[in-house]
T-cell receptor
Framework: ETGVTQSPTHLIKTRGQQVTLRCSSQ?????VSWYQQALGQGPQFIFQ???????GRGNFPPRFSGLQFPNYSSELNVNALELDDSALYLC???????????FGPGTRLTVT | AQTVTQSQPEMSVQEAETVTLSCTYD???????LFWYKQPPSRQMILVIR??????QNATENRFSVNFQKAAKSFSLKISDSQLGDAAMYFC????????????FGQGTILTVHP
């Protein structure tokens, strides 16, 4: 069974740029959720995708957007990067009918 | 909105001893799930244990067990026979039955295990 994978591992961007982060869900899972984790904090829910549509969103502005593909992999896009966007971005996959989510190793984004 | 509170920013335990991490939550819902996740310095979030709110029996996974008190909205994690590999940040998380993908996390507790 293949676990959740994310790419890239680390990324450095300049304020105002755009970034795309990628996630491959665990085999058998049809739902992907994205979280932002600031240093020393708990993860904050960004949004969730199911059947290629956004299906729930946290308190994040529209410049955070995403996609889910037919193979259940997903992308997180962030436009007009701000310094406060520097964080660990976590992707989690799950099966819609079960409770637990399984996380990938995360992408560390640094905005300078 | 649901909230999850972990009141212990840091805890420490001697190897082979037992430690309990606290978590309280606030919700008006009756159907939900609770989880404990472990995040070591490698930063991969690992599921430790889950509890369905409708189950009265406390969940157990090997050395890890929970004390789920639904009326008190309390969900503590007990780690028995602590090992050096248990050292990590531990997060308590809540998921509504209706909200398939949204986990609400607490602030975390850093657990240090002394040899």
């Amino acid at each position: 069974e293949t676990g959740v994978t994310q790419s890239p591992t680390h990324l450095i961007k300049t304020r105002g740029q755009q970034v795309t982060l990628r996630c491959s869900s665990q085999s058998g899972h049809n739902t992907v959720s994205w979280y932002q984790q600031a240093l020393g904090q708990g993860p904050q829910f960004i949004f969730q995708y199911y059947r290629e549509e956004e299906n729930g969103r946290g308190n994040f502005p529209p410049r955070f957007s995403g996609l889910q593909f037919p193979n259940y992999s997903s992308e997180l896009n962030v436009n007009a990067l701000e310094l406060d966007d520097s964080a660990l971005y976590l992707c989690a996959s799950s099966h819609r009918d079960r409770g637990e989510q399984y996380f990938g190793p995360g992408t560390r984004l640094t905005v300078t | 909105a649901q909230t999850v509170t972990q009141s212990q920013p840091e805890m420490s335990v001697q190897e082979a001893e037992t430690v309990t991490l606290s978590c309280t939550y606030d919700t008006s819902e009756s159907d939900y799930y609770l989880f404990w996740y472990k995040q070591p310095p490698s930063r991969q979030m690992i599921l430790v244990i889950r509890q369905e709110a409708y189950k009265q029996q406390n969940a157990t996974e090997n050395r890890f067990s929970v004390n789920f008190q639904k009326a008190a909205k309390s969900f503590s994690l007990k780690i028995s026979d602590s090992q050096l590999g248990d050292a990590a940040m531990y997060f308590c998380a809540y998921r509504s039955e209706a909200s398939y993908g949204k986990l609400t996390f607490g602030q975390g507790t850093i657990l240090t295990v002394h040899p």
